[in-house]
């Protein structure tokens, strides 16, 4: 069979067609992806919580506004150190048992933020919310390595989306239990759910490509036929996989990983999707969503509209996993950028006319008697803001990090993905400090087209620079960027970079994958 006609088979088949042989990756993805669902859970918290911390009540914990500021934050911050420290167990013990240990840590994160109440005790509250923010940046790297590493081409894209949606599960999860129990249930009840992670990855297996890495031969071949089912010929597979291992060489340092070109084109890709899916605004959007319904006038409190959005996203970000694999990375990610800078548009002319008009009531007094036009369309911030939550689910909710456990080279993926995810974590922590400081300067309206420009500017970074992963194994994906030539002394591999438009063609590849 040719080339075209192998590809063509490829696009044509749905990637959960062959039950039984996808059966065994859906549940190892579920099973990695609830450590990110426990992610979730962490910034779920902070929703519901907060609010109770802040009201005087006797004989319980209270907290000062710059006290609860800062318990808010704190994750975002911790998660980034997390991120870069989670590479070296990720190296030693492998990806199974990282994600094991690390319901261990939430567990007790979540408790010792329970107790605090008991021991009405605000250091031991950090303290949890402190341990809780480090595991959450180790989880995304490590969860979305497993996943990819133990996923078959075919079903990697929407396999891979699945950290997304259990991000947005555990969000709903924890504003939900939160609006029916006190603050310190919650964090004994949520805290509970991550010994589902531990037990699961108990039973999973470890991913081929770090047993072969660690020479671990007949244990990777197990675990690559429980993945691609009993009655798969995975030999071909096993072979590509164990050439690419056995090519590998001694781990260098960062700083030399950091000057040596093939590596840092992946990784410079990785980051700008990085860079741009916190530059859309999403989670200042999203942390500020109650101003947002209360300028739209809702009758709906700020807790009701905190789950609106969360389910909208959780929903969607669903619907994207059967996705990626059809139309591709690229084409969903232009869709989504686009979609969403015309949604941010019209939020950001929406507000900005309002409070012209509401400047001009204050110069004229005459206007406040007459009825607004806008106040009649108070249901187009509502409509613009859940499209764009829509358009952000669809694509950059879930590609950029489906990209990161894609582009990198197997023996430096460890490293790499948590410089990513680490990156996007620091962005995340700087959007959403400096989105109150940017409003009071150019106005939410001027904020909101800033954010669409951004959207405007990903989706022209993503038609030049970002080669298309569909239906490629992890082999030929490091071949887009690598031409092997010399071998160094010190552990880097000297190669040329290949042509930029190949970047952007399809695999020569002929061989036929398992599923």
């Known amino acids: 069979m040719g080339e075209k006609a192998i590809t063509k088979s490829r ?3 749905s990637p959960f067609k062959n039950w039984s042989k996808v059966a065994p990756q859906i549940i190892c993805a579920t099973s990695a992806s609830w450590a990110v669902l426990c992610t979730g859970l962490v910034r779920g918290w902070s929703s519901s919580a907060i609010a109770q911390l802040r009201e005087r009540k006797n004989g319980t914990l209270y907290l000062e506004k710059e006290e609860a500021a800062w318990i808010t934050s704190l994750p975002p911050l911790c998660a980034i150190f997390g991120s870069l420290l989670i590479a070296f167990p990720m190296e030693l013990y492998g990806r199974r048992m990282t994600l094991a240990t690390i319901s261990l840590l939430y567990v007790l994160g979540f408790y010792l933020m329970g ?11 950090f303290v949890g919310r402190l341990i809780t923010g480090l595991i ?12 990819s590493e133990c996923s078959s081409p075919r079903v990697r894209g929407a396999l891979g989306s699945f950290t997304s949606t259990f991000m947005s599960f555990g969000i709903v999860i924890a504003y939900v239990i939160g609006a029916v129990v006190e603050w310190q249930i919650m964090c004994f009840v949520i805290g509970s759910l991550p010994i589902v992670l531990g037990v699961a990855m108990l039973l999973m297996p470890e991913t081929p490509s770090w047993l072969i890495s660690h020479n671990r031969g007949p244990q990777a071949k197990d675990a690559l036929q429980y993945l691609r089912g009993k009655y798969t010929n995975i030999e071909s597979e096993f072979q590509r996989i164990s050439n690419n291992a056995n090519s590998q060489l001694p781990k260098p340092s960062y700083a ?6 093939h590596l840092m084109k992946p990784l410079i890709i990785s980051m700008a999707l990085m860079l741009f899916q916190q530059l859309s605004g999403i989670n200042a959007i999203v942390f500020y969503s109650a101003s947002v319904f209360q300028d739209a006038g809702c009758s709906l409190n700020n807790f009701l509209s905190s789950i609106i959005i969360a389910v909208v996203a959780m929903v ?3 619907i994207s996993v059967l996705l990626v694999d059809r139309f591709g990375r ?11 800078a015309v949604s941010l548009t019209g939020l950001g002319v929406f507000v900005y006319l309002k409070t012209a008009s509401e400047d001009l009531s204050v110069v004229d007094e005459t206007t406040l008697a007459e009825p607004s036009v806008l106040s009649e369309l108070g249901w187009l911030p509502l409509l613009f803001l859940i499209s764009f939550i829509i358009a952000y689910s669809m694509g950059f909710c879930t590609v950029p990090q489906l990209i990161m456990g894609e582009l990198f080279p197997l023996e430096y993926r460890n490293r790499l993905g948590t410089i990513s995810a680490s990156f996007s974590l620091g962005c995340t922590f700087i959007v959403v400090r400096t989105f109150p400081e940017m409003a009071a ?8 087209g800033l954010y669409a420009a951004c959207c405007l500017i990903a989706v022209v970074f993503v038609a030049f620079f970002l080669p298309e992963t569909k239906g490629k194994t992890l082999e030929e994906i490091s071949q887009f960027f690598v031409r092997p030539t010399i071998t160094s002394s010190d552990g880097i591999r000297n190669e040329t970079a290949n042509d930029p438009q190949l970047l952007l063609k399809p695999s020569t590849n002929n061989n036929t994958h398992s599923v």
Do not use: D, E
């Not at 690229?330 to 969403?340: F, P, T, W, Y």
């Not at 300067?441 to 909101?448: D, K, P, R, S, T």
């Open 11 to 13: 696009k044509n088949v």
């Open 115 to 125: 107790l605090s109440y008991y021991l009405n005790s605000v250091s031991v509250l």
């Open 136 to 147: 959450s940046g180790a989880s995304v790297p490590t969860s979305q390595i497993y996943v």
């Open 256 to 261: 030399k990983i950091l000057t040596n070109g």
């Open 316 to 318: 969607f970000t669903m």
């Open 330 to 340: 690229r084409k969903l990610l232009m869709i989504s950028g686009v979609c969403m």
């Open 441 to 448: 300067i150019m106005g939410l309206g001027g904020v909101y």
